[in-house]
T-cell receptor, first 118, second 116 residues
Framework: GAGVSQSPSNKVTEKGKDVELRCDPI?????LYWYRQRLGQGLEFLIY????????KSGLPSDRFSAERTGESVSTLTIQRTQQEDSAVYLC????????????????FGEGSRLTVL | AQKVTQAQTEISVVEKEDVTLDCVYE???????LFWYKQPPSGELVFLIR??????QNEISGRYSWNFQKSTSSFNFTITASQVVDSAVYFC?????????????FGTGTRLLVSP
């Protein structure tokens, strides 16, 4: 598609369950990011993928959070044993990435996946 | 360490008023990029502008203008003659220029409410 696509758009789950959030970046974008936005808050960096390099996981808040990306395509963010404080909008973004002529870091965001943990 | 501060959590104006959104940043990097993004109620962040740290020339795009002051580490955003459609949360962000890692550090955002 033309933009970054995220699914599901809304997810309600019970505390303790696992959830998977999916991100389909813009075709040709080598860089992919996950951010978390709690209600009324700013964007909190979670993880960054750049091509085949090892991802930067420095923003993941706990070992319950993990993310994968196959090549330069779809990424999945997994939250295990969800807690109420995980409730937030999870935003995915992609960009052309390092090594390309365009290195300005302009990110293209999806509409996010709203997670509610009851 | 890098930090972006948007001290104004919410601003309310009446249509046609001018409004300035403040952004102050901290970084030890000598070269960097600054950004503004708009997040309308739909939730999808929209890129507005990117600024290089070595270019302090102010920029105007229609009703939008940006004032970059390196001496005060500020990158303020002004909307002239605001419109209801400008209602959104606006985020300022920072990224070092000469690193391989393109992580953007965002401020906490300023919610702008423009009433008719």
């Amino acid at each position: 598609g033309a933009g970054v696509s995220q699914s599901p758009s809304n997810k309600v789950t019970e505390k303790g369950k696992d959830v998977e959030l999916r991100c389909d970046p813009i075709s040709g974008h080598t860089a992919l990011y996950w951010y978390r936005q709690r209600l009324g808050q700013g964007l909190e960096f979670l993880i960054y993928f750049q091509g085949n390099s090892a991802p930067d996981k420095s923003g993941l808040p706990s070992d319950r959070f993990s993310a994968e990306r196959t090549g330069e395509s779809v990424s999945t963010l997994t939250i295990q044993r969800t807690q109420q404080e995980d409730s937030a909008v999870y935003l995915c973004a992609s960009s052309l990435g390092v090594g390309r002529r365009e290195r300005t870091g302009e990110l293209f965001f999806g509409e996010g996946s709203r997670l509610t943990v009851l | 360490a890098q930090k972006v501060t948007q001290a104004q959590t919410e601003i309310s104006v009446v249509e046609k008023e001018d409004v300035t959104l403040d952004c102050v940043y901290e970084t030890r990097d000598t070269t960097y990029y600054l950004f503004w993004y708009k997040q309308p109620p739909s939730g999808e962040l929209v890129f507005l502008i990117r600024r290089n740290s070595f270019d302090e020339q102010n920029e105007i795009s229609g009703r939008y203008s940006w004032n970059f002051q390196k001496s005060t580490s500020s990158f303020n955003f002004t909307i002239t003659a605001s419109q209801v459609v400008d209602s959104a949360v606006y985020f300022c962000a920072l990224r070092p220029m000469n690193t391989g890692f393109q992580k953007l550090v965002f401020g906490t955002g300023t919610r702008l409410l423009v009433s008719p």
